[in-house]
């Protein structure tokens, strides 16, 4: 079956601009997360979603940073006034069962944002 | 907080040879779940095994065995026999039933390179 997909695979773009990231959980799965991946900081979690809602939003790293989910499907993530620290690899996963226990989670290829 | 470390940045051996990944975690919760992932140079997460905190048997999957030692804290990962396709970077991570963030905690991987 179909895995975890993101859009795009690479995404260049100038400081200052905004950006969006797309996510294709697998079919049926409720839970979706985003994290980032990069050199510096590892991977870090950065939001949650349990159908179309975020219960906490604490993980995202600035103001600029927002995500949405829309029909308990695909999710969005969307980077305001890019900056280069923002530069890293943005991974989704989703899961069939909540988090905080044994469902493990299914990873997309990510993608790789640069910010010049 | 819940705290995954691999000390082990990077480990270089010879085809054929055992190797041994250490994952030392910190919690406060007794309840959580402990998982490996592995991601080849293609960049996607592909999980391995998860173990909760109430089950101490070690775990053999063919060449990959792991060793849960909640007296030391630890979860380590040991690859019998090596091959060159075993060369990835390998995470450790962390899930509390309890408390602790929604997404998974992770440490910062151990780069396993296999010389033919």
């Known amino acids: 079956g179909a895995g975890v997909s993101q859009s795009p695979s690479n995404k260049v773009t100038e400081k200052g601009k905004d950006v969006e990231l797309r996510c294709d959980p697998i079919s049926g799965h409720t839970a979706l997360y985003w994290y980032r991946q990069s050199l510096g900081q590892g991977l870090e979690f950065l939001i949650y979603f349990q159908g179309n809602s975020a219960p906490d939003k604490s993980g995202l790293p600035s103001d600029r940073f927002s995500a949405e989910r829309t029909g308990g499907s695909v999710s969005t993530l969307t980077i305001q006034r890019t900056q280069q620290e923002d530069s890293a690899v943005y991974l989704c996963?989703?899961?069939?069962?909540?988090?905080?226990?044994?469902?493990?989670?299914?990873f997309g290829p990510g993608t790789r944002l640069t910010v010049l | 907080a819940q705290k995954v470390t691999q000390a082990q940045t990077e480990i270089s051996v010879v085809e054929k040879e055992d190797v041994t990944l250490d994952c030392v975690y910190e919690t406060r919760d007794t309840t959580y779940y402990l998982f490996w992932y592995k991601q080849p140079p293609s960049g996607e997460l592909v999980f391995l095994i998860r173990r909760n905190s109430f089950d101490e048997q070690n775990e053999i999957s063919g060449r990959y065995s792991w060793n849960f030692q909640k007296s030391t804290s630890s979860f380590n990962f040991t690859i019998t026999a090596s091959q060159v396709v075993d060369s990835a970077v390998y995470f450790c991570?962390?899930?509390?039933?309890?408390?602790?963030?929604?997404?998974?905690?992770f440490g910062k991987g151990t780069h396993l390179i296999i010389q033919p």
């Open positions: 996963a989703s899961s069939l069962f909540p988090p905080r226990g044994a469902g493990e989670q299914f």
């Open positions: 991570a962390l899930s509390e039933v309890g408390g602790g963030a929604d997404g998974l905690t």
